[in-house]
């Protein structure tokens, strides 16, 4: 109850959009909250320039406003969908919260995503491994950060936020790390005797606390993350464009090069969905196999 009190003065100050707004991004935390808090902004503000309240909003407002966030901001296809995709689910919660009768998005034209399954191919099986190597080379707090990504699929944020009694337990006769993923939803994964001992080394005589630190002693956190892994790039001479996703899209790829059914690498990646595992299949394997080449080969002894 003391805490419904102190946020009583708070919601007193708050309009109803924003208490609306408030209810929503509770349901998220740390980066994605962060995100889908600037996807609002972006439309409260359209809203206010346009003279309309979100919450008296009909579909035809949004649509215009999708129209806005192609048009006058430029914003590519994916990006599109995913602030629309915000706005739906701000609208859901009000309706759900008996703030507003209808949805306004429920009729909401999405635009259309494609994706091209032979571009943005990542990391191979070698130059995965040269990262890995040259991590290795470089420290053991190095090495157990590109391992986290680079072979259990973690996301930098996850990464980070590995302390050492995280991997301690035995689980059905597998040392397990456990960690708390996209969502706040658990995950426990084995970890590989190779990998276990790279963190093992990282964590030295230390039994508890932050497993990646920076040289200041403090817990790495994602910006520095992401520079120590264009440091090391560029030291195993990859390219620039290289950042801490690049590695974990490299482990759901070499899992699925290396023969893993579609349900096992969904399981290692974590996804909720198959198909957005599948996305990840842009291995070399796919134009290996590509149907252009059959083609070209039945048809040339006609020719």
């Known amino acids: 109850m003391n805490n419904v009190t102190t946020l009583a003065p708070i919601f007193a100050s708050m309009t109803e959009e924003e ?3 408030a209810s929503y991004l509770a349901r998220y935390q740390g980066n994605t909250r962060k995100m889908f808090l600037s996807d609002l902004r972006i439309y409260f503000e359209w809203c206010r320039v346009n003279g309309i309240l979100p919450l008296q909003a009909k579909r035809v407002h949004v649509e215009f406003f999708a129209r806005h966030l192609e048009e006058d ?6 990006s599109v969908h995913r602030r629309l995709s915000v706005i739906k689910g701000f609208y859901r919660i009000a309706v759900a919260d008996d703030r507003m009768s209808k949805d306004p998005t429920t009729h909401l034209k999405m635009p259309k995503v494609h994706y091209d399954e032979t571009r943005t191919l990542g990391l191979d099986r070698i130059e995965l491994g040269n990262l890995v190597a040259t991590a290795r080379a470089s420290s053991p707090i190095d090495a157990a950060l590109v391992s986290l990504m680079g072979l259990l699929a973690l996301r930098v944020t996850e990464a980070c936020n590995v302390n050492i009694e995280d991997f301690s337990e035995v689980e059905r006769g597998h040392r397990v ?6 969502g706040n939803k658990p995950a426990t994964i084995p970890v590989p005797v ?13 039994t508890e606390g932050a497993l990646i630190l920076r040289k200041s002693g403090k817990r790495m956190d994602r910006n520095a993350a992401y520079q120590r892994i264009k440091t090391l790039a560029r030291k195993a001479g990859l390219s ?6 690049t590695l974990r899209h490299a482990a759901i790829t070499a899992a699925l090069d290396a023969g893993a059914p579609l349900r096992d690498a969904q399981v290692f990646a974590r996804h909720s969905d198959p198909r957005i595992t599948t996305r990840y299949d842009r291995s070399r394997l796919n134009l290996d196999r590509h149907a252009a080449y059959l083609v070209s080969g039945f048809i040339a002894g006609a020719a």
């Open 194 to 206: 190779p990998v276990l001992r790279t963190l093992e080394a990282a964590a030295g005589d230390r």
């Open 177 to 182: 790390l456990r960690v708390y993923g996209k």
């Open 19 to 21: 208490i609306a707004a």
């Open 240 to 245: 620039d464009r290289i950042h801490p996703h």
């Open 73 to 78: 901001r430029g914003n590519a296809p994916a």
